[in-house]
């Protein structure tokens, strides 16, 4: 069983809050079916396809200045 603190966890390395996979800072996957997310704070960048498979998401709330690493935030609109 992982180490849980509060309500974040650790598994191989990565922190989980909620819905939400970080590791050193980077949010590396939201794993939720909410449609409105708000990326939690102590997030210090936003890595590659995190909200891949969120069929659900419909809008993403980032904080000003946060760093994308990469492109392929969100999965590619559906026609």
Same mark, same amino acid.
């Given at each position: 069983?992982?180490? &849980?603190?509060? +309500?974040?966890?650790?598994?191989?390395? #990565? #922190?989980? =809050?909620? @819905?939400? =996979?970080?590791? +050193?800072? &980077?949010?590396?996957?939201?794993?939720?079916? +909410?449609? @409105? &997310?708000?990326?939690?704070?102590?997030?210090? #960048?936003?890595?590659?396809?995190?909200?891949?498979?969120?069929?659900? !998401?419909?809008?993403?709330?980032?904080?000003?200045? !946060?760093?994308?690493? #990469?492109?392929?935030?969100?999965?590619?609109?559906?026609?």
């Amino acid at each position: 069983m992982a180490p &849980v603190m509060g +309500d974040v966890s650790v598994q191989n390395g #990565a #922190a989980h =809050e909620g @819905n939400f =996979e970080i590791r +050193d800072g &980077v949010l590396i996957k939201y794993n939720g079916f +909410d449609e @409105n &997310v708000v990326i939690p704070e102590g997030v210090a #960048a936003i890595g590659e396809s995190v909200c891949a498979g969120c069929e659900s !998401l419909k809008s993403l709330k980032i904080r000003q200045g !946060l760093p994308l690493l #990469a492109s392929g935030l969100l999965p590619p609109a559906s026609t």
